[in-house]
């Protein structure tokens, strides 16, 4: 199974930061990479897919770059609704798996 | 816009089988995606549980796929998931989702609390 591991755990940042979330894969899994945000109680929402392309109705502050096993997720300006949990997650092959998760807090 | 929706029993009991349907409007089933079963035990990340085509094609996370099975029905437009001999750890939100051919999660449905406990 690929491993995907987070970094930071949990981010404290401040509205108007530029914050930076890394995910890296334990092989090789080209761009089959996505992001994802989830707030309490909600499901997830599709931020990133093939680790560089907006998903539709994402703001543009969000960007996502990254291939083979080292990938981030950039928020140029943080906004207060984007205080939430992110997630990677590969879908080069199976088992489909998540990283552990980056919790981001107001500092 | 496609919607899905879980539904089934919030309580099952230890060493008894967890059934949950989503049911999925505004989009047909048979379309060139795949729907997806995810789970989220409290307070802790996402787990893949697994996924069927339109077709009937499965794949299933490998630990579980001895209890898993998941299936499809096109003349309801909607899709399930079997999970047997359930125990605690087996405790978490449920979430159908539908994953774009071959590529990531678009959408989710809101999610199902499911507790084992007798």
């Known amino acids: 199974d690929i491993q995907m591991t987070q970094s930071p755990s949990t981010l404290s940042a401040s509205v108007g930061d530029r914050v930076t979330i890394t995910c890296r894969a334990s092989?090789?899994?080209?761009?089959?990479l996505a992001w994802y945000q989830q707030k309490p109680g909600k499901a997830p929402n599709l931020l990133i897919y093939?680790?560089?392309s907006l998903e539709s109705g994402v703001p543009s502050r969000f960007s996502g770059s990254g291939s083979g096993t080292e990938f981030t997720l950039t928020i140029s300006s943080l906004q207060p609704d984007d205080f939430a949990t992110y997630y990677c997650?590969?879908?080069?092959?199976?088992?489909?798996?998540f990283g552990q998760g980056t919790r981001l807090e107001i500092k | 816009q496609v919607q899905l929706q879980e539904s089934g029993p919030g309580l099952v009991k230890p060493s008894g089988t967890l059934s949950l349907t989503c049911a999925v409007s505004?989009?047909?089933?048979?379309?060139?995606?795949?729907w997806t079963w995810v789970r989220q035990p409290p307070g802790r990340g996402l787990e893949w549980i697994g996924e069927?085509?339109?077709?009937?094609?499965?794949n299933y996370n490998p630990s579980l796929k001895s209890r898993v099975t998941i299936s499809v029905d096109d003349s309801k437009n909607q899709f399930s998931v079997k999970l047997s001999s359930v125990t605690a750890a087996d405790t978490a939100v449920y979430y159908c989702?539908?994953?774009?051919?071959?590529?990531?999660?678009?959408?989710w449905g809101q999610g199902t609390m499911v507790t084992v406990s007798s």
């Open positions: 989702v539908r994953r774009r051919s071959n590529d990531a999660f678009d959408f």
């Open positions: 505004g989009g047909s089933i048979s379309s060139s995606n795949w």
């Open positions: 069927i085509s339109r077709s009937g094609n499965t």
């Open positions: 092989q090789s899994i080209s761009i089959w």
């Open positions: 093939k680790a560089s």
């Open positions: 997650q590969h879908y080069n092959s199976y088992p489909i798996g």
